[in-house]
T-cell receptor
């Protein structure tokens, strides 16, 4: 079983829509959780960390469910500029990072 | 946020030659650096993890004699693709982490082997 699994999509949504991505992880000892954004032919960039209490940054909300071992990312009021691939990342001790395969989002005018 | 640079950003080389890619953390000391490879429309694939002053740990299926990693200081790691072949053409990305355990990615190096 993969350490981290994501639905690759693609998700094609109209501007202004709300879209949600989920990511599941297999190891209950996972410690830290992140969402990264990767634009085509560019490096991934940290979008937000995911905390147990959930966190929100503008139109983006991230949540962690340890019991069910998944993290989610909600994007409200989608913009064209949100089109990208969203990667979830899970870490364990000793600098062990595990990436999901990424979920592709295209926001359509 | 922290800055990681990579050099060169793009390189074209002939089959059989070796190519060195540098990864530097510019404003922090990186306890660990990672090297990834990404083929078109695919996710990042971790190649190896390196800690300063010790040998790199390679992922299964990655040839350590072909992809030489040197992590000489807390701010510099190099990846050398030896005897490159066209199938090594890819986007190589490094990342560095400090003790906070966030990864900071370099801008990537696009390698084309002709």
């Amino acid at each position: 079983r993969k350490e981290v699994e994501q639905d690759p999509g693609p998700f094609n949504v109209p501007e202004g829509a709300t879209v949600a991505f989920n990511c599941t992880y297999s190891n209950s000892a996972s410690q830290s959780f992140f969402w990264y954004r990767q634009d085509c032919r560019k490096e991934p960039k940290l979008l937000m960390s995911v905390y147990s209490s959930g966190n929100e940054d503008g139109r983006f909300t991230a949540q962690l469910n340890r019991a069910s071992q998944y993290i989610s990312l909600l994007i409200r009021d989608s913009k064209l500029s949100d089109s990208a691939t969203y990667l979830c990342v899970v870490t364990r001790t000793g600098n062990q990072f595990y990436f999901g395969t990424g979920t592709s989002l295209t926001v359509i005018p | 946020g922290a800055v990681v640079s990579q050099h060169p950003s793009r390189v074209i080389c002939k089959s059989g030659t070796s190519v060195k890619i540098e990864c530097r953390s510019l404003d922090f000391q990186a306890t660990t650096m990672f090297w990834y490879r990404q083929f078109p429309k695919q996710s990042l694939m971790l190649m190896a993890t390196s800690n300063e002053g010790s040998k790199a740990t390679y992922e299964q299926g990655v040839e350590k004699d072909k992809f030489l990693i040197n992590h000489a200081s807390l701010t510099l790691s190099t990846l050398t693709v030896t005897s490159a072949h066209p199938e090594d053409s890819s986007f190589y990305i490094c990342s560095a982490t400090d003790r906070v355990l966030e990864q900071y990615f370099g801008p990537g190096t696009r390698l084309t082997v002709t």
